[in-house]
């Protein structure tokens, strides 16, 4: 069974339940739009996606096809089954307010990820607090061998897509990234959908 895709709009987040063996496909349907997933264990949400944990098991610091994201109990939660761009990050955490007062000199509202992922799960008796670093999907960051990091325009093109197969019973939470050098500069809509196989 395949349900319908899902559009997340511009500088905006949604949260869903994933169920274990479920499919998840997000796609960025205009190119160089990166989406911030968050991810809990659905029965313990003290149990979360785990940056550190996946970095460590994994081997790699380039998550795709093959990779599993594990939790800070060292338990796998997803497994990357297909990924058309191949550049994703796991190493920034969402943007937020500071974010864009700090890196951005901007003074004043902007949107952010934090927010997003914040009003989204807050329904599920999360609070800003509860968030972890999320996965950044279509994220391309760089270091240079001296270990400076840039955030370049994602190399996504129109409709690609990273699959995930869920390992556990999940509370998932996706952004339309609102950071505007993680995204060449324009904002552009996520999609997503959930299906009972590949």
């Given amino acids: ?46 149990e979360k996606i785990s940056s550190g944990k996946t970095l460590d098991f994994e081997e790699s610091i380039l998550l795709t096809a093959g990779n599993f994201l594990w939790s800070n109990r060292s338990n796998k939660m997803v497994k990357i089954i297909e990924d058309t761009n191949g550049r994703n990050d796991f190493l920034l955490a969402p943007c937020s307010k500071e974010t864009f007062e700090i890196m951005y000199d901007h003074t004043g509202y902007h949107p952010s990820c934090l927010e997003n992922l914040t009003k989204n799960l807050e329904p599920f008796g999360l609070t800003q607090d509860d968030i972890p670093t999320a996965f950044n999907i279509f994220m391309n960051v760089q270091f240079n061998e001296k270990g ?51």
């Fill in 1 to 46: 069974m395949s349900h319908q895709i899902q559009i997340i709009k511009p500088q905006t987040g949604k949260a869903f339940l994933l169920n274990k063996g479920q499919i998840l496909t997000v796609t960025d349907p205009q190119g160089q739009q990166v989406s911030d997933m968050v991810m809990l264990n659905r029965h313990d949400h003290s």
């Fill in 148 to 198: 400076k990091i840039s955030v370049l325009p994602p190399t996504s093109k129109p409709g690609d897509f990273v699959r995930f197969e869920a390992m556990m019973d999940l509370l998932v939470c996706l952004t339309a990234c609102s950071a505007e050098d993680s995204n060449g500069g324009t904002f552009k809509p996520i999609h997503y959908s959930i299906s009972d196989s590949v």
